[in-house]
């Protein structure tokens, strides 16, 4: 698991844009999605106690949970023209702001999570998070979210027929909607509060998440079929301005990088607990499981996903090749 940044994307990062002097505002504000108790608000709560104790109270943290300061998109644009300090994002939204970060959202550029964690520890998650900083925003450390897998209210999905003329609900990127189109599928993007209301009144009739979304949300209430296809293992961030985290001095720097490293260490820790737990909910609720063994068709199927994402980044093939032969 990620517990550094390498001294080499922090010189990487630095390249990019020098500030002198130290950071203007000691008083940040943080923004987080997600609601008390969730593994990343814990999480994020400790990164700012530990960025307030390593800086010895230069640099004060205030998190914002539950989206109160706007939606995500809103949230990550504030980061990046520095109106915000720090948010906690998914890679999902951040993909069409910056290219190398929508690799991440290409289906099944992952073999598993371990895998993820492997790449994102080395150049790969380097050429990451370079691409991010150059957009104005600066991973500090990666934080796990799973895999998502498919949900609905009427069958499991065990083959790529199984989603024909099924209506999927997909975050709003168009790699997603590639995907279920590929599939045969209907994509629906929406927004995640709609999600619930439409699967109760068929509006769509399926959608795809990790197991404590599926689980905290209600979700399996109205859509109590849920199959382990594990098509997306999207990470995701602490994220801070890039120009701001360049204005600090080193020690500075290395301290909120600690700080970081710490929280995702404990973000991780406190995801895997709450998978299991998730699971065992909605499993005693009579949810209805199963894991797809054979995921060769679906991959087969994304074929042109690929395609029209490396006829449009063409230089992005060196980074998705480096992704699939990372062991």
Request: proline share 6%.
């Amino acid at each position: 698991m990620c517990q550094k940044i390498t001294s080499t994307l922090i010189g990487a990062v630095a390249a990019c844009s020098i500030l002198a002097g130290a950071a203007q505002a000691e008083d940040w504000r943080g923004w987080n999605i997600h609601v008390d108790g969730y593994p990343n608000t814990v999480a994020m709560d400790k990164f700012a106690e530990l960025l307030s104790e390593k800086t010895g109270g230069e640099i004060t943290l205030k998190m914002f949970h539950g989206g109160t300061l706007g939606s995500q998109p809103d949230a990550i644009e504030q980061v990046r023209l520095g109106a915000l300090e720090v948010g906690n994002f998914n890679l999902g939204p951040i993909g069409p702001i910056a290219p190398e970060a929508n690799v991440v959202s290409l289906p099944f550029i992952f073999k598993d999570v371990p895998h993820m964690f492997r790449v994102l520890e080395g150049e790969g998650g380097q050429r990451i998070a370079e691409g991010m900083a150059a957009k104005g925003l600066l991973p500090l450390a990666w934080y796990d979210a799973g895999a998502r897998s498919f949900y609905n209210g009427a069958k499991p999905v065990n083959a790529p027929e199984d989603v024909e003329g099924m209506k999927v609900r997909v975050m709003n990127n168009d790699l997603y909607s590639g995907m279920i189109s590929e599939l045969g599928g209907n994509p629906s993007p929406m927004a995640f509060a709609e999600v619930y209301q439409s699967l109760k009144t068929g509006v769509i009739d399926g959608a795809e998440n990790n197991w404590p979304s599926y689980e905290s949300t209600g979700h399996y209430e109205v859509a109590p079929y849920y199959s382990l296809s594990q098509h997306l293992i999207i990470p995701e961030c602490i994220c801070i301005n890039a120009d701001v985290y360049e204005g600090l001095s080193d020690e500075m720097k290395a301290a909120v990088a600690e700080a970081a490293q710490e929280s995702a260490a404990l973000q991780r820790q406190l995801w895997a607990e709450r998978e299991a737990s998730s699971r065992e909910k909605v499993e005693a609720a009579g949810v209805t499981t199963n894991e797809v063994v054979d995921k060769a068709p679906f991959q087969a199927a994304m074929a042109p996903v690929y395609e029209g994402y490396l006829a449009a980044n063409p230089d992005l093939r060196p980074l998705v090749e480096l992704i699939q032969s990372t062991d």
